[in-house]
């Protein structure tokens, strides 16, 4: 899959976002609905969202540069970061409005409302997956995080659903007019969802933001490297990722009595021998030292 047709998955979400934001808003108006004014908040952020990894995927996948000789890769991280951040933020915009309608005498949502929230959990469920299976194809954590927006929203919305029919015919069904406060306490449901999937996919970009080193990926270049016929001793192996790539750094420990161009030789094999056995590394500086009398060969 190309970066041009990640993209355009990308903007065909932001685009459905849009619409079902723009729909659950006037719903949730006309329809006395909170938990639809809510719903509509959260796909308001997932438009914003998803314009967002947009323009991250189109920043990560320039070439390095001068001024950035190790590409632009982190601007998925950022992007998803700053989703998260907006998500985190339109929770918080919902609880409050859920509290004053609380506080506030109110009519119970109309009944066709509850043909909008079907429809919305549908297209947000269809979304997410397939949004989700081009986010694997392609390996980024923007699109990753872009999915799981619609598959919030599809939550969120499924939790409206609930508290609206509530809403709507417990007050009638079990004499209890407190029940029309379903409404609000949907909403105020839905905005911990919405925090808790934000959470799930920021820590990840902030990880990657941080220069993490991935534990698995470090291992595995210390085996595929000493696999090199010639290399002594692999140590000091430094990973960190960059959008959908890995950059590593390692020392290698060759026999003393090896010359410079010889060991420049074994680099070049170590590389593309990495390069070969682990797609997802981009970059690899090694640094040659000469080997102790007597060491051994790394496992």
Not at 227 to 241: D, H, M, S, W
């Amino acid at each position: 899959m190309s970066v041009a047709r990640l993209e355009r998955n990308t903007l065909l979400g932001l685009a459905a976002s849009l619409l079902l934001a723009l729909a659950k808003l006037a719903a949730g108006v006309l329809g006395h609905s909170s938990a639809l004014v809510a719903d509509a908040v959260e796909s308001f952020a997932d438009t914003f969202g998803s314009l967002i990894v947009w323009q991250g995927i189109r920043v990560a996948a320039r070439p390095p540069d001068r001024d950035h000789p190790y590409g632009h890769g982190k601007a998925e991280a950022v992007a998803a970061l700053l989703v998260g951040v907006g998500l985190v933020a339109a929770a918080l915009l919902i609880i409050v409005r859920a509290f004053a309608e609380m506080l506030t005498p109110h009519r119970a949502p109309e009944a066709w409302t509850l043909l909008v929230l079907v429809g919305v959990i549908a297209v947000k469920e269809a979304l997410f997956r397939f949004l989700r299976r081009s986010a694997a194809t392609f390996d980024s954590i923007a699109a990753e995080a872009d999915a799981w927006h619609h598959r919030s929203d599809a939550i969120t919305s499924a939790a409206a659903l609930i508290g609206v029919s509530i809403a709507v015919w417990g007050p009638g069904l079990f004499a209890a007019p407190q029940l029309v406060l379903a409404d609000e306490i949907a909403a105020l449901l839905a905005s911990g969802i919405i925090a808790h999937t934000a959470m799930s996919f920021m820590s990840p970009a902030l990880h990657e933001l941080l220069d993490a080193a991935p534990h698995s990926l470090v291992a595995e270049v210390r085996r595929r490297a000493a696999e090199v016929p010639g290399v002594v001793l692999v140590e000091k192996i430094q990973a960190r990722k960059s959008g959908r790539h890995y950059l590593v750094d390692l020392h290698l420990h060759v026999d003393p009595q090896m010359n410079v161009r010889s060991a420049h030789e074994l680099s070049g094999r170590v590389k593309s021998h990495l390069r070969r056995a682990l797609p997802a590394v981009r970059q690899v500086l090694i640094h040659v030292e000469p080997a102790a009398e007597g060491g051994g060969r790394s496992q």
